[in-house]
C-alpha cells in the first residue's frame, strides 16, 4: 500500500507544469549584506537590489501580493516594501521585543514574528499596533500559524520545545516537550498535525496538535534545518543543512516520497526553502555559495541556479 500511495503521489505531480509564471518575483534576504535581492523568475534577472535592517533573515508576502516584509534579525525592526514600485514602503519598530526572525503575513493582514532575543513573538496589527506574547523560551526562532489564523507554534531551539500560542487572545497555551534543538516546523492535514525537524538528531517528529502526542517520526540526512509544507497541502519537505538534501515526504501517510540532492555537502549551506505558489517547484538557499537552487518537484531535478547576493538566506515569492 505504501508503494502505490507514493508512486500515485509522484504521477501526479509529473502531469502538472512547472514553469514560473511570467510575473513572479523571487525575494532573497541577504543577511551578509543587509540587502534584498528582488529577481524576475522567468529569466533570472536580478530587478533590483535594496537596503534593509541589519541581518535580513525571513521574507513574508503581504496577503494581496503586493508588498513584502523582511525582519532584521540582527535588530528590532520590519521593512516593508513595494515589490513591483521596488521601494521601501516603512519600517516597523518592534522594540522592546528583539531580534526578530520567524515572519508569517497572515490572511487577515496581521504579521507575525517570532523575537528571539526576548523570547516573544510580536504581532503587528494592520493599523500598526505592535502587541507581544511571551513564549518564556530560549530560541523563540520559527513559527507557524493554523489555518484559524488565531493558533501558532513556535519552535524554541534552546528549550527543546514548541510553544503553543492564541494570537487573538495574546496568550500562551503551553509549550509541547519535543526534545532536541527545534528549529524547522511545519503543518499538515488541515492544521491537525505538527512536523518538526531537530537540529541535534537526523530525524523530523510528526505531532499531533490536538493531544500534544508523538505519533511518527522519520529519518532524515543531518539536519532538518526547515520543514515545509506545499501550498497544496501533499507534500512536507526538509532542508538537510549537512548534506544537501531536500527530503519529501507524504503528508497524508507520513511516508517517504524521495530524496533530491541538491547541494554539494555543508559548504553551500542549504537553509531555508520555498514552493511556488503551484507546489511544482523547490527553491533553496545554498546561503554558503550566494545561489538559490530551483528544483522540479516532480523530477528531483535542479533547473538552474540563481545569483543571490552575500549569505542569501530567506526566500519569498511575490505573484
Do not use: C
Not at 516593508?80 to 514602503?89: C, E, I, L, S
Not at 507575525?112 to 496589527?125: D, F, H, I, R
Amino acid at each position: 500500500m505504501r508503494r502505490t500511495l507514493t508512486t500515485a503521489l509522484v504521477a501526479a505531480l509529473a502531469q502538472l507544469p512547472s514553469a514560473p509564471a511570467a510575473a513572479e518575483t523571487l525575494l532573497i534576504g541577504n543577511k551578509g549584506e543587509d540587502t534584498l535581492s528582488l529577481v524576475a523568475l522567468a529569466s533570472g534577472e536580478e530587478l533590483a537590489r535594496l537596503p534593509t535592517g541589519k541581518m535580513p533573515h525571513e521574507i513574508a508576502v503581504s496577503p494581496d501580493g503586493q508588498q513584502a516584509a523582511v525582519v532584521a534579525y540582527g535588530g528590532t525592526t520590519i521593512d516593508v516594501f513595494d515589490v513591483a514600485a521596488r521601494t521601501k514602503v516603512k519600517t516597523i519598530d518592534l522594540s522592546p521585543n528583539q531580534r526578530p526572525h520567524g515572519l508569517l503575513w497572515l490572511a487577515d493582514g496581521r504579521l507575525v514574528a517570532t523575537t528571539e532575543g526576548s523570547q516573544s513573538v510580536a504581532v503587528v496589527a494592520p493599523d500598526g499596533t505592535v502587541t507581544s506574547i511571551a513564549t518564556g523560551q530560549q530560541g523563540s526562532h520559527m513559527v507557524v500559524v493554523a489555518p484559524d489564523n488565531r493558533t501558532a507554534y513556535v519552535a524554541n531551539i534552546g528549550s527543546g520545545t514548541v510553544s503553543v500560542l492564541d494570537l487573538n487572545a495574546g496568550t500562551k497555551l503551553g509549550d509541547l516537550a519535543v526534545g532536541g534543538r527545534p528549529e524547522g516546523l511545519a503543518l499538515a492535514k488541515g492544521g491537525r498535525e505538527l512536523w518538526v525537524g531537530d537540529l541535534a538528531a537526523a530525524r523530523v517528529s510528526v505531532w499531533d496538535v490536538a493531544t500534544g502526542g508523538k505519533v511518527a517520526e522519520q529519518p532524515v540526512d543531518p539536519v532538518a534545518i526547515r520543514v515545509l509544507a506545499s501550498p497544496d497541502g501533499r507534500l512536507i519537505a526538509t532542508s538537510n543543512i549537512g548534506a544537501g538534501t531536500i527530503s519529501l515526504f507524504d503528508a497524508e501517510t507520513r511516508t517517504p516520497v524521495r530524496k533530491i540532492q541538491v547541494s554539494e555537502g555543508g559548504a553551500a549551506r542549504q537553509v531555508t526553502l520555498l514552493f511556488s505558489p503551484d507546489s511544482k517547484r523547490l527553491y533553496a538557499a545554498e546561503t554558503g555559495v550566494d545561489k538559490v537552487a530551483e528544483i522540479e518537484v516532480a523530477s528531483g531535478t535542479v533547473l538552474r541556479r540563481i545569483a543571490a547576493g552575500k549569505q542569501g538566506d530567506g526566500l519569498a515569492i511575490a505573484p
